[in-house]
């Protein structure tokens, strides 16, 4: 399903995303971590993670992507200098079916981000290697890539995950925009978690979208945790979604605390001021957490550019209003 097509918008969203639901039980397989070259995985991911956000490409392909690259290599052992042709391979199917073909990054672009690895004897790879590896992936999946995912449900859970009677911290929001804008990073972080964490497959992807939203309202202290709007929407209730949101609330924790000392630098420190607040502190981190073996890739998701422009949304908006003539004045500044 190309999401190019935004059919959330459409009339018949309703009918196509029970249609979605279905097909995704009827896809559902268990992922049972049997695969001997697990410890390949997260650098792996980490890798296509670079390759979406350098090549601009679509969450729907990253999501496919991924999940090509889980379920072949759980069943099917590849040549270790293969693993990132495998890699290369499902991200250009994924492009192929989710996007347009011209959006398709060329193989010698890819084959300029393989990172060298003393332990790997990696070369360039030719274009009769990709076609050989894309074969092979299609065939294993019996030339099916019609496969729902995570990105494919959460813009539909987003049109009602922000209510202009939400409390924060008990108190009325002020602006709906900018808490939107808010639950949209905290998804997409969120997104990324669930994609790096292979604990991830034992959840439907609809669950895991849910959880993504449910999980960005607690992060924001935004309450009803979950709104009958999102429970009639999705189908789900919040107990069926605590297990996967406890486990991205821990792993969100986890990455705040390996990411507690780090600092990104902006290229012009004197335009761009880092910006430190509790609030930020605990708004985003770093998607894609770091590792030595991409620490030549790594390109931080999140700059402080954009720190700095949450900070001037939240200072300008008042995401939260203490008293009433507070936001009088906020809209008259306006």
Known sequence: MAMTVEWWKDKVAEDIYDTMRKKEQDNFTTYNCHSTQLWARRQLVDWISVI???????????????????????????????????????????????????????????????????????????????????????????????????????????????????????????????????????????????????????????????????????????????????????GYYIEELLPCVHTMIRLQQQDKQQHSDVQVVPSNPSYYPVIQTPFIDSLYKPAV???PFMDSLYKPPFTSVEYSSFHDDYNKSVMYAPTKSQVIAVGRES
Request: proline share 4%; net charge negative; charged share 20%.
């Open 52 to 234: 979406v956000e350098n090549f601009n490409l679509d969450m729907t392909s990253h999501h496919l992507a991924v999940y090509l690259l889980d379920f072949f290599m759980e069943k099917l052992e590849v040549d270790t200098n293969h693993l990132y042709l495998l890699a290369i391979a499902c991200i250009c199917l994924a492009v192929k079916y989710e996007e347009h073909c011209e959006k398709r990054p060329r193989l010698a672009s890819l084959n300029a981000f393989i990172p060298s690895h003393g332990l790997l004897d990696i070369r360039k790879y030719t274009a009769s290697e990709l076609r050989s590896m894309e074969l092979t992936v299609l065939s294993y999946f019996n030339w099916n890539l019609s496969i729902p995912t995570c990105a494919q449900f959460l813009p539909y859970y987003l049109l009602v995950a922000v209510d202009n009677l939400d409390l924060r911290n008990g108190i009325p929001i002020s602006s709906k925009e900018v808490v939107e804008s808010y639950v949209q990073k905290h998804t997409h972080y969120f997104q990324e978690i669930s994609l790096q964490e292979h604990t991830f497959r034992s959840y439907l992807p609809s669950m895991i979208a849910a959880s993504c939203i449910a999980a960005s309202r607690i992060c924001l202290h935004l309450t009803p945790t979950w709104p009958k709007s999102l429970e009639l929407m999705s």
């Open 289 to 291: 957490i770091q590792t």
